[in-house]
């Protein structure tokens, strides 16, 4: 009884990552969640096809991430990684404005200047923001 006390409490504790829905879907467009994949000609690895120069941007901001590039094949290692790139760049003060699903997609796909994106990157990025709101409507 007290070990299932316990595994109860330690549930209802745990509380999920900020961003969950949009996380589930930019790995839903990224890999349909697959940590194998390799994409964009070998340079991006894992569900969320970080690049390295992401990776190494992600963990110079936290270096408490640590780690090897290689780890971004793990789900939950690149959402570390993630949320740690939009702290950095997808936030209220750099952007002079609320934050939204939106503009941390984007930024995932397209770097830190992907809102100042113009002709095929900024085509681009709607789409990609498309398919990915898509996922979070479904």
């Known amino acids: 009884m007290i070990l299932a006390t316990t595994i109860l409490a330690l549930s209802l504790s745990a509380t999920p990552p900020p961003h969950t829905s949009l996380l589930q879907a930019m790995c839903a467009v990224e890999s349909n969640c697959d940590g194998s994949k390799v994409g964009d000609g070998g340079k991006a690895i894992g569900p969320y096809q970080i690049w390295e120069i992401y990776w190494t941007d992600a963990v110079k901001f936290d270096p408490s991430i640590g780690g090897n590039y ?13 949320l740690a790139y939009w ?42 923001w498309t398919r990915v709101q898509g996922k979070l409507n479904s």
Not at 70 to 82: F, L
């Open 87 to 128: 702290q950095r760049y997808a936030n209220e003060k750099r952007l002079g404005r609320p934050v939204t699903n939106q503009d941390r997609a984007k930024i995932h796909n397209g770097g830190p200047n992907a809102l100042k994106a113009k002709g095929k990157k900024k085509k681009n990025l709607d789409t990609y």
């Open 70 to 82: 290689e780890d971004c094949v793990g789900k939950e290692y690149s959402e570390k990684i993630i």
